[in-house]
Structure formats: structure tokens, C-alpha cells
């Protein structure tokens, strides 16, 4: 299995900035993609940003400009830098990976896995 853990989530105010962060960890070969979603009190989960192995990067539109996502493959890290923050921003931010690993009998499996989330509140 791979497990995902992410931090850096917090209150701030308006115009303000926040680092998320997410680390990847279990008897991973390799992760293809890793993501942002975010989903808002009443609302659907949605894609943030995400980044693939090589470096390709897709962001939505609401954010472009402001947050940028990055990812060291070396330590299974991605990460979401995210400025001028608004009070639609406000969610919980969920990390997303997928690639495959060596299950228990040495096997490569797929994965698909998502972290427990962090909260992220923007007042204004």
C-alpha cells in the first residue's frame, strides 16, 4: 500500500499565503501523477493542480496565476504554494497520487491513493 500525508493547512486572512505539502510513502516503483483536489462545504471535490513525473503541469483556472504546484520525485514529495488566497478557496485540500508499487508478494500493482486531508480557511 501507499500512503499519503499531507500538511501545512491553516486559517489565514485574505490576500494571504499557505504552503501544502504531501509525502508519499511505502514500497513505491514509481508515481506517474500527483494532485491537489479540494472540496468546499456543499460541494463536489474538484482538481486543484497536478503534475505528472516529467514536470507537466495542469492547474484549474480559478487558481492560475496564484498557485503553483511543484513535486520532488526523489522523496515522493509534492507541494502546493498557494498565493493571494480568497475566501473561495476555502476547503479541504486533499493530495492525490498515482503510479504503482510492489505489493507484499513483490508484485507491481497499481495504485491510486488519496491523503487524509487538511483544512485550508481563508477569511476575509
Known amino acids: 500500500q501507499v500512503q499519503l500525508v499531507e500538511s501545512g493547512g491553516g486559517l489565514v486572512q485574505a490576500g494571504g499565503s499557505l504552503r501544502l505539502s504531501c509525502v508519499a510513502s511505502g514500497t513505491i516503483f514509481s508515481i506517474n501523477s500527483m494532485g491537489w483536489y479540494r472540496q468546499a462545504p456543499g460541494k463536489q471535490r474538484e482538481l486543484v493542480a497536478d503534475?505528472?513525473?516529467?514536470?507537466?503541469?495542469g492547474t484549474a483556472d480559478s487558481v492560475k496565476g496564484r498557485f503553483t504546484i511543484s513535486r520532488d520525485n526523489a522523496k515522493n514529495t509534492v507541494s502546493l504554494q498557494m498565493n493571494n488566497l480568497k475566501p473561495e478557496d476555502t476547503g479541504v485540500y486533499y493530495c492525490r497520487a498515482v503510479g504503482n508499487y510492489f505489493s507484499n508478494r513483490a508484485v507491481l500493482t497499481p495504485f491510486d491513493s488519496w491523503g487524509q486531508g487538511t483544512q485550508v480557511t481563508v477569511s476575509s
Open positions: 503534475i505528472t513525473k516529467d514536470g507537466n503541469t
